[in-house]
């Protein structure tokens, strides 16, 4: 599981990214993922754990999200 950063959510759009911990490429997120987590939104500088999974668009995106402790 990766840890990371809310670099960047918006709620009307609904996508956003999260920096990882690892200094890898910053993971495209979903609302929902967000919503599949039980969440509604996501803030910038949350802390989060997550997966990152091959889309059916072949473009790789954050899932299976949790807040980070």
């Known amino acids: 599981m990766t840890i990371g950063t809310v670099k960047f959510f918006n709620e009307d759009r609904g ?3 999260i920096q990882p911990d ?15 987590a039980g969440m509604t939104t996501l803030e ?3 802390r989060l754990n997550y997966e ?3 889309g059916s668009n072949g473009k790789a995106s954050a899932v299976n999200l949790s807040a980070a402790e």
Request: charge should be negative; proline fraction near 0%.
């Open 15 to 17: 996508y956003g990214f």
């Open 22 to 36: 690892d200094g890898s490429s910053d993971s495209f997120v979903h609302i929902s993922a967000v919503q599949a």
């Open 44 to 46: 910038k500088d949350q």
């Open 52 to 54: 990152i999974e091959d």
